[in-house]
């Protein structure tokens, strides 16, 4: 009998190895014109190119919201599941799956308000997996309640008035969970930066938790709009072991701090920016202990050798 | 005569060996004094002698309850037996006792009966003068033989603190009484301290002699209980090891919790082994979690296990509702305890069949099953991972307390490659076939596993199409929805109308699931035999349910089941047959069949035993 | 009679108004084009002029669907009667379109039939001509009527942007063919925009004459819709605005809750205005924490209030079982949408039933309300606070998306102090009375409220005694649990058997429950117009089951119900009256009543509409 | 028709006032002999004394575990609920009855594992109550399995061979969720201390947690022996806005540090320390926003008054 060890899942042959951006596109997104949503796809998109990524080896994990609908737009396995749900599914498909290329897609309030617990306990987990946080401080799909990262004021349909408490640093408390192991910020509307952010995400071995700063348009009209106009809104988290952009791209930033991210200390910090938002990375640790590998560890053991220890086991419990 | 006996015995009357067919034995103590570990051992060591056994864990309130308390009553019963035992039988026929007061407990629980042997730890008649005296009165009106023992002083004799082998010198006494042997009892001891010093093994093997020789010299108790002809390679042990060594030889790799009890214990047992087998425990950080984990193995095309019981259960229902609508493979074991909400921790009840079966919004049909002994706890795990698999559902299996704690040996099974998951499918999917191929006569599809090449889809629990892209049109949720259903339907097909335990017509049915099959039949073995006209259905699966129910209803005059949960009782004040809330499966048979099942079942929390079914069967056919 | 007409209309025939007892008005258009806002104030302005309204969103399946898809048709539905409206009746008679291809999603859910005329904007004959053509052509063979109308064209004689008033001008043309009042067509308008500027309002007013005076010139439509004599004073809603008006209405002074359609928007009006009535909306962090907020409340005191939907549901039941087990008074609103998981989240199922009768594992007995109308929605939430409080229960209110949504006018409710929860009491609590003093009789006992002196006790989710101390014993557990059930046969004495609409014998009676009442009557009243032995049965209590339905059953050939939820269809493959799976009344009704109850019923997502209940009633009875 | 103010509630005189700690006292405490909760208990009980708390508007809330069995030893109101779901109750409790003095008790799987979600929100809201994490690394009343705060390798029966993630620092992660603003730290062996925490924590305005490190003898045996015997196992934070020890208790502590509870970094990084366990204030904030105050604020509205709201918002939807 076949048994499918750790290594020839990961070694499998896939035939043709050349995909073009247009093997991971499906179907046309179904987000308002202006989502934020829609540039962090092109990112990824171009990101499963450059990476070579195999299709049918790549996993896109999502709860339910706007920013959910994300696995039906990728033309790879998708499993768009229960609000709040993404990273238990996620965990379980990487688990005794190390080939596969997981990536968890979630949204303010599928990941800091219902997903709340699952989230920190990912964190901890730490299993090799790209988690894109897309934040847009509101929740779309059910048209405009606050979210945990609404900021104080907030006007939402459950708020009419305001919302009365201070959001949820999603930075912060990600960087607060024991074996974080990479956490880092960036904003729909800076592409380039978006995707070297993704990128590094992939990279690293491990939880990657990645917020994008999202705009809904739709509910928050012109929230970022400032944001975007106003060159110093933003501060540039750079380091020759951060998130490198080119010269060019990095030019369009007025605001640059050098942080080197293994210091988790100033990574915190930074994370209280109060008047401009840093993007970058805060923290990286690429020696944290993954749970991923622990669950890989017997993979593909016989059937033989598997029935051998299940008999040695009954013979205690013989009569 | 065993007659209530003062210390010490009077030892002409030793040795006048009785045979009989099946003996009850219980040991009660505080929490702690190692009554259960004892008991086991007994029923191990008798089971080795080819003897049917059943053990049952007697199990107090509190983690820590008070000594000598009522409530606090801990310990075990051990049912031994000529034959195949199924059940922990009605009253025992002798109880060890490390003191008088546990000894109320087990009384309010109506564990005991006239002539009922005690055995009982006399060091309280110092200590606890007046309690014990009062008690010793009490035993005696009620009819018990009390026969008093100094445990602690016999012990002392090789240990310096009895607390820590009292035990082991009560297991030799019941060896003696029992005439089991002591060097399989020897070997009983080698296993249970095998992680301990030399020195440790040793004492318990003189407490244990200890106890053998005093019994030898001053008791005057011996039964013989003659084992059956070989009933070839056995092994025992409790439910929840019997499902945790299933789930091993199902070739499930992933088994993802989250403690509760009694549930947890299948997952202690796999955390022990499984690795060398294949798999993997994971505790996850709640139920929904540990389901999330599972499913999302199954998607990935390893068929996973969650386990849990009533609270957690409740808190999976939305992944299984998922589950059902995105057809992913999946088996969940239900561990019942008493509720509803935290209700009874580790006590036994059959409440959950409806949850199992409803607990979701919108209808989410899927396959439940319930093994009604210790050894379909290993079969069924096999059963549900094909049924899983084959139909692309979850597969509920409904166990007990009584059956996760209860010890019984059954035929070794042999584990071989038949039992197995197949490898996980990697190879090209046909770009043709739909990712939700439903076929239209059974609803049955093929699942893509990721990995697979132009297998691609994107799974939801949205309403979705063949493609499973999410759709709204009415067709296509009508449409699916039947696929899911037609499903159970399919089930059905492969399923044979249940065999009828006595004749196929009379004046009274008696129909269970689950744990109580043993006390049923036994007792309706016992009511044939004096001529009472009652039979009994056993049913396993419970989703779909099993063909030809209604024709065999229908050969009997009254139909009526035995549960372990809730039902009014009519004539209570309010309960007419109009307003009666029903048990659980006399419900479902109702709607099922319109034949007016009726219904007896209790919330004790206690395993049924045949003499309760007895007494029914006698009241309902005056 | 109205010929399809290409414009300019032929103005010879205009003129001819045709009085009518009832019409069936669409507007559709893609999402975001003003359609409902539209529809809601012609709806409003008829039920103003004293008609009989029923009106119900018709909702895309994605949040930002294609422009000119078929899947993307959005808008709304307004029947307007001479009498009470109780439902969205059948086929369309009038259709306001904004585009042609929308249309080709509502004729797939069979919205319109021959006849049916077509008001179409024209501007897509040049845009997309092809398609448009195709489209006319279709709808020509369809035998629809179809009137090109230019009314971008119109509109931008008022407006730069003609996207952001064509709504309103439609409403115009609207008011002009059924002879609405204007003025209060100008006064809704000035309701609608009151948060915005005078320009905007100028603006829209002047496309409402524009699209009146248009009409006026150039149609040959007029119908005239008599109102009935004055029903007296009314007001007009949706169904979720009048449960949030009941829950202030019955004093409750919390609404815990987590976002999720269909039933946010009860919060949503709540929070526009519960704070000025003495309350507070809790958005929880998910929906297990917006129950137990709900419940912590209510432990306290004040009875609170979640609402949910489905997948919220499912979160919900570990935390209704606690509230049945401690006996905290709730009230649960659950608006059900289409399942299993996920589902169909903008569109109705009555598919709940089961899960909140059901769902915790267990026993636990619960109070299941189900209003059938939108005056019903405003006046059982009051009904749910006082059967809570006076049987210590959680009570669930089973509402649906299509009661959520529609909206109809109904006699305003008086608002008085005798609806309103009492102050909590914070009097010294009688020491000889335990917290759970249970009625031996009716199960019921008086709670103490944290607060009171001398009430102190610790509520547990534990097997509790009357004290509401941690007990295992038997007796006790059957005794908690035949208090918690004997409520509900305590319920059941303060109902009197349902009323028949029709006769109380006959060939067939239909039984629904919730929003099915007005379609089921409707179709019920023309049927016995013709003769047809036909009558139906409508349920409110689904827990306790409403008293004398056997003997109601039993004057009637056949019984059915009818349903919004899944069923199987006997003859389908592998489906017989044995393997059959039944809507979910159905299914209660056969193991309450032993009667064969067969059902009706689809999960199609649309409202039922009277014809397809009476197509049935004939196919039933040939 | 009687209407209860906010101010009612709150004032409202409840005869004798001179309780003892008997009055306090309820039932026979079922835990294991030297189990940590006893001494929490002991210190509780002597808090509600010193504070004259009255019984009876007074609420003890729980989850389930040993630790959760706490309201059943206390003669006040209780709420003995759901595993994890203490929060939750509590603020239903708190948000219309502003005069109960509230009480969350909860173990380190009921608040760190299951009951994650509600944790971190809880911190947020910042409702007025006191809360004590009886944290004893593993579950008890489950009988030994992993806690997310078991240290890495810790044998339990659902990790034979030793856990294989580090553990959680409720500390840390509770000091990153935004609107935090009471964090304390104490060990059930230092009863001096667990009570001056205990009292900061109920004198503080808002939402006050309380880690007590807590030893649970039946299934961690001597994990905090070591501890107990080895005096520079413990750093005492300590500062003239900290927990004050009287001067004998302080003297018991051999490593002390002086920590301003306003300086969230430097908590922050006393959260980390490795080989000591640091124990005091690591953070306070008086001023931070309550979502108890906003629950409170239309309490007792005359039944007048609100017909009147109901009505005027009923005549919008007249026809
Ligand atoms: C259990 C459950 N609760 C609630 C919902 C309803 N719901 C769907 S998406 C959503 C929130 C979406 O907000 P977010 O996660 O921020 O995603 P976005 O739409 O903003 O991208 C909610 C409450 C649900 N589907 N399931
Ligand atoms: C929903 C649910 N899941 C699981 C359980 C079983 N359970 C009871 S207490 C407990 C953990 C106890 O650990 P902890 O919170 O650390 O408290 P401790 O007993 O250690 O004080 C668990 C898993 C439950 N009662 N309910
Ligand atoms: S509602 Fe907001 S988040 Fe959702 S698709 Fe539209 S812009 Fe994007
Ligand atoms: S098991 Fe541990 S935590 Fe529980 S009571 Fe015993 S010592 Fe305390
Ligand atoms: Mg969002
Ligand atoms: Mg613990």
């Known amino acids: 009998m076949l048994e499918l060890t750790h290594d020839d899942l990961c070694n499998m042959s896939h035939g043709e190895t050349a995909f073009s951006i247009d093997d991971y596109k499906k179907g046309v997104p179904r987000w308002c014109p202006g989502c934020g949503d829609n540039s962090v796809l092109n990112s990824v998109q171009k990101l499963c190119k450059d990476k070579q990524l195999v299709p049918e080896k790549t996993v896109f994990v999502s709860g339910i919201g706007c920013s959910s609908r994300f696995p039906h737009y990728m033309n790879t396995y998708g499993f768009h599941g229960l609000h709040g749900r993404a990273f238990p599914v996620a965990e379980g498909v990487k688990f005794r799956r190390p080939d596969l290329n ?41 048209k405009k309640q606050t979210s945990p990262t609404s900021a104080t004021g907030t006007k939402s349909n459950t708020h009419p008035k305001g919302s009365v408490l201070p959001p949820i640093n999603p930075i912060q408390t990600t960087l607060s969970v024991s074996n974080a192991s990479f956490v880092a910020q960036t904003v729909d509307w800076k592409p380039a930066h978006v995707f070297e952010t993704i990128k590094a995400a992939y990279e690293h071995p491990g939880f990657s938790f ?5 705009r809904c348009p739709k509910f928050m009209g012109d929230l970022y709009e400032t944001t975007i106009a106003d060159q110093s809104a933003l501060t540039l988290l750079t380091h020759e072991n951060g998130i490198k952009l080119d010269e060019k791209a990095e030019k369009s930033f007025k605001n640059i701090i050098q942080h080197n991210p293994s210091d988790i200390n100033k990574g915190r910090e930074y994370a209280e920016m109060k008047d401009s938002i840093p993007i970058g990375l805060f923290y990286q640790n690429k020696n944290a202990p993954r749970y991923d590998e622990y669950g890989a560890h017997n993979i593909g053991m016989p059937v033989t050798e598997r029935i051998t220890a299940i008999n040695k086991e009954l013979d205690k419990y013989a009569v | 005569m065993i007659t209530t006996q003062s210390f010490p015995i009077e030892k002409e009357i030793k040795n006048r060996s009785i045979t009989v067919s099946q003996h009850v034995v219980e040991i009660v103590s505080d929490s702690g004094e190692g009554a ?7 029923g191990s060591i008798s089971a080795k002698m080819g003897n049917g056994v059943w ?27 000529s034959e195949k035992v199924t059940n922990m039988g009605d009253h025992a026929n002798l109880v060890v006792a490390l003191n008088e007061q546990v000894l109320y407990g087990r009384i309010a629980q109506d564990a005991y009966t006239k002539d009922t042997v005690i055995l009982l730890e006399n060091k309280w008649a110092l200590k606890n003068k007046e309690e014990y005296t009062t008690a010793l009165a009490d035993f005696n009106a009620k009819g018990f033989k009390v026969i008093e023992i100094p445990m602690e002083a016999e012990c002392m004799k090789y240990v310096s603190d009895a607390k820590k082998g009292k035990n082991m010198w009560v297991l030799g006494m019941l060896c003696e009484i029992y005439n089991r042997d002591i060097t399989k009892a020897e070997d009983q ?9 030399e020195k440790v093994f040793e004492d318990n093997v003189n407490l244990l002699h200890g106890g053998y020789n005093w019994a030898k010299e001053n008791l005057d108790l011996n039964f013989e209980i003659p084992p059956p002809e070989n009933a070839g390679d056995q092994i025992v042990m409790n439910g929840n090891e019997a499902m945790a060594m299933g789930v091993m030889a199902a070739g499930i790799e992933v088994c993802a919790m989250y403690p509760i009890t009694p549930a947890t214990s299948i997952s202690h047992k796999l955390a022990e082994c499984f690795e060398n087998a294949g798999g993997i425990v994971h505790q996850a950080e709640d139920e929904i979690a540990a389901i999330g984990f599972a499913i999302g193995s199954s998607y990935a095309g390893k068929t996973a296990l969650t386990v849990t019981s009533g609270p957690g259960l409740a808190l999976k229902t939305e992944f299984i509702g998922l589950a059902v609508m995105a057809e992913v493979p999946l088996v969940i074991i239900d561990v019942q305890r008493g509720g509803p909400s935290t209700g009874l921790p580790t006590k036994v009840e059959q409440g959950d069949l409806l949850a199992a079966l409803y607990g979701e919004a919108g209808d989410a049909p899927k396959i439940i099953i319930a093994p009604s002994t210790i050894e379909e706890c290993f079969h069924f795990v096999i059963k549900a991972r094909k049924l899983a698999e084959q139909f692309r559902s979850p597969v509920f299996i409904l166990s007990d307390t009584n059956l996760a704690t209860g010890v019984s040996p059954f035929p070794r099974p042999k584990i071989n490659v038949e039992s197995f998951a197949s490898p996980i499918d990697q190879s090209t999917w046909d770009k043709n076939v739909s990712p939700f191929d439903w076929d239209p006569k059974t609803g049955i599809s093929k699942r893509p596993i990721p990995g697979q090449k132009d297998g691609m889809y994107t799974l939801t629990g949205l309403a979705h199409d063949e493609d499973s892209k999410v759709a709204y049109e009415p067709e296509i949720n009508q449409k699916s929805s039947e696929a899911r259903s037609r499903k159970i339907a399919a089930v059905l097909q492969t399923l044979k109308p249940p065999v009828v335990n006595g004749d196929e017509s009379g004046d009274l049915l008696l129909v269970g699931w689950g744990s109580t099959k043993g006390a049923i039949e036994e007792a ?10 009652v039979s009994s259905l056993h049913l396993h699966f419970l989703s779909p349910m099993e063909p030809g129910l209604e024709d065999i209803f229908k050969k009997f005059k009254k ?14 004040p309010l309960i007419t047959k109009k307003s009666r809330r029903y048990a659980q499966l006399a419900w479902l048979l109702r709607a099922h069949t319109l034949v007016d099942v009726d219904c007896y ?8 035993n045949p003499s309760k079914v007895l007494d029914m069967i006698k009241e309902k056919l005056k």
């Open chain 2, 189 to 197: 001891i080698r296993e249970v301290f095998k992680k301990k010093s």
């Open chain 2, 36 to 42: 259960q570990k004892a008991g086991q051992s007994f």
């Open chain 1, 102 to 142: 997981v990536f968890v897609i979630t949204g303010d309030g599928d990941c800091c308000s219902i997903g709340t617990a699952h989230w920190i306990h990912a964190i901890r987990y730490n299993m090799n997996m790209t988690v894109l946080l897309l934040d847009n401080s509101i929740y779309g799909l059910t």
């Open chain 2, 55 to 81: 053990t049952v864990e007697i199990i107090p309130a509190e983690i820590q309850p008070p000594a000598r308390s009522r409530a606090g009553a801990s310990g075990i019963r051990i049912r031994i037996g």
């Open chain 2, 559 to 572: 139909v009526k089941t035995v549960e372990l949960n809730y039902s009014d009782t009519i004539g209570d």
């Open chain 2, 601 to 608: 079942s209790n919330v004790f929390g206690q395993p049924i």
């Open chain 1, 210 to 214: 990645v917020r994008v700063i999202q």
């Open chain 2, 524 to 533: 309706v073995a016992t009511a044939r035999k004096s001529g009472v006209k």
